[in-house]
């Protein structure tokens, strides 16, 4: 065990020579562990056939729901003065810390809340490795350039996708022979902008999905690993937001979802699993589409026009761009005053913000019951009553804005159906952008964040924001206020 975690980490070679060791291990310890291999070209189209197995992953036992608790008794028992309060275990060490006794880390699971977590974290590392190499398959040289992208720029892209392979390499050696595999994927994009703008959602989605469940992780080992592949995951995110001419980074905090969240927002995006593939067991809530997404290339930013319709499809919303008045036609345009600056650059301020307090924003949201994710197993549900609140998850906070329904369906008996034939099984209806600071200064909804359709609205902060789930009716989708 020793061993393997070690190989885990990588570090076998600065180890002392001990002669119980393995002649292979020792000839191995010069170099660095392999990758975990995977499959080099997938298709990517959609599944069509009869899943063999539907549902989220479930155990014998299923308790009725998480009940509410109160302040633990010692959680405020520290002084907290700058003193020390016991005793030291060593000079310069102060007392406290978990992991810190001098016990050896495992890099392991240790809770099936640390292997669904960790695996989660994996189908999403699988898909990012597939996203980057896929997008610089699809488009070309030229097709990146005329978005302003340079063939540098592709080597980052490229590189990305190294990254991705070390990560889902990290994480499948920390969960073992089962670890979920690389599957099929499906993606809405169709250039290179649209790419740009689906690649730089989906990372904040998989980095705001580590960030939700980091902290609560049994396995501190399983957890210093992750943040250390968490942070180089921010990075990407920022980079795509560079690369469609955002201003990199509007908030001074990076937001944190639920693990379901995440799935919710991944599900879609994958096709087909292999045979064998290891199931999770989290919740995949109902489609929530931005009708009026404010979109980073469009030179009509700030709109405050209402269904557009312009994402390519619920959840992520990544904008659909029309190919005229792209980026490219909105750079023709980047001198003059009416333009919107959108070439890639290392920051880009933007004269006339994406969005605002105070704007509406139009919503659309599926009924659950849809089949969903790999070979379509999945099916989406939800616990919660009608439809009132939107919920906006943004730095360290945890808002509400009322949501007022269209047509019939009906917020108060909780009856969300539209009853409009033309509409199906999907409701439609507005909020407003709210006005918020996080810290004095710090307008709380800026950047991508993520916002839901929810039944009530509890009092909740970052460390319990999964108590929230019980309430949603749909979403989460990522709004792009800036
Ligand atoms: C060290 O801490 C771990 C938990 O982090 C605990 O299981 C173990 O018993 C401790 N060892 C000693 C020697 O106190
Ligand atoms: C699925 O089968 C393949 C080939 O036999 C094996 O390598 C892999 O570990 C299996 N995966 C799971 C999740 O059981
Ligand atoms: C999902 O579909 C693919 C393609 O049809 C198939 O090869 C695979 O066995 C299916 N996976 C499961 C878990 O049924
Ligand atoms: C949209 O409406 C808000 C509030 O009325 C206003 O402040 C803003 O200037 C408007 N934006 C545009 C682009 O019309
Ligand atoms: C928005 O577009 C999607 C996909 O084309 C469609 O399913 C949906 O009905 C549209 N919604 C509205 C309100 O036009
Ligand atoms: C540039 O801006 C002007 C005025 O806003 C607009 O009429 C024109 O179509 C734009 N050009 C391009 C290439 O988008
Ligand atoms: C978001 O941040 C950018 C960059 O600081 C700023 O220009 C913009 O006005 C902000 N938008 C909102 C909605 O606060
Ligand atoms: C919703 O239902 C409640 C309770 O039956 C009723 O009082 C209210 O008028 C309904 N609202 C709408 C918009 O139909
Ligand atoms: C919900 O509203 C629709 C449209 O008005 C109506 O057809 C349906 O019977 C209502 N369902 C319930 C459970 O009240
Ligand atoms: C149903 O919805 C469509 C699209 O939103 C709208 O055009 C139509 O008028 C609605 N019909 C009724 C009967 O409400
Ligand atoms: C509504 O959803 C149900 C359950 O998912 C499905 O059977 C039905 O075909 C859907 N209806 C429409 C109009 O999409
Ligand atoms: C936003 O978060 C900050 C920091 O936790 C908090 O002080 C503030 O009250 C929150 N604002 C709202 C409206 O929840």
Known sequence: MTWQSLLVLGVLGSLPLASSVPAEILARATSAAPTRSHPTSQPHTSFIGTPTTTGALTASS????????????????????????????APFVPAGGVGTNGTIPVYNAKSDFDYESLALALYQEWVELDLFQDA????????FMAAGLTTDDRELIAFM??????????????????????????YPYT???????????????????????????????????LTQTLTTESRQ????????????????????IPQSWAWTLLAPLISSCPKNQTRLAWQNF????????????????????????????????????????????????????AGAQCSPAVATRRPSPLSFPGR???????????????????????QARGAKYVVWVSQLNVTYTPLRVNGNGNATTGNTTNGNATNGNLTSGFTTQPDLETFQGDPAVNGTLFIAITDDDPFLT?????????????????????
Not at 67 to 76: D, E, H, L, R
Not at 237 to 242: G, H, K, P, T, W
Not at 363 to 382: D, H
Request: aromatic share 8%; net charge neutral; with cysteine.
């Open 191 to 225: 250039s290179v902008q649209e790419f740009i703008d689906f690649a730089q959602k989906v990372t904040r989605a998989g980095e705001a999905g580590a960030n939700g469940f980091l902290a609560h992780l049994d396995s501190r080992e399983a957890a210093i690993l």
């Open 237 to 256: 995110q920022l980079i795509f937001r560079q690369f469609e001419g955002l201003f990199p980074m509007t908030e001074w905090f990076e937001v944190g």
């Open 136 to 143: 610089l398959r699809r488009f070309s040289e030229a097709d």
């Open 62 to 89: 299923v308790g009725s729901g998480i009940p509410t608790g109160s302040v633990a008794p010692a959680a405020t028992s520290y002084p907290s003065d700058g003193k020390l309060h016991s005793a030291q275990p």
């Open 462 to 482: 970052p460390f319990n924001l999964s108590l929230i789930n019980t309430h949603v009716v749909a979403g989460p989708a990522l709004y792009q206020a800036g």
């Open 360 to 382: 509406q924003v139009a919503l659309q949201w599926e009924a659950p019951g849809k089949p969903v994710g790999p070979n379509n197993s999945y099916i989406t549900t939800t």
């Open 286 to 337: 109902p489609g929530l589409r931005i009708l009026n997404q404010p979109s980073p290339s469009s030179a009509s930013n700030g709109n405050n026009a209402t269904g557009l319709n312009q994402t390519t499809l619920p959840g992520v919303n990544s904008a659909r761009i029309p190919r005229v008045s792209g980026v490219a036609a909105s750079r023709a345009n980047a001198t003059s005053a």
């Open 161 to 186: 996708a190294q990254q991705e392979v070390g990560h889902a390499t990290m994480l499948s050696n920390i969960l073992g022979s089962s670890a979920p595999q690389q599957c099929s994927y499906v």
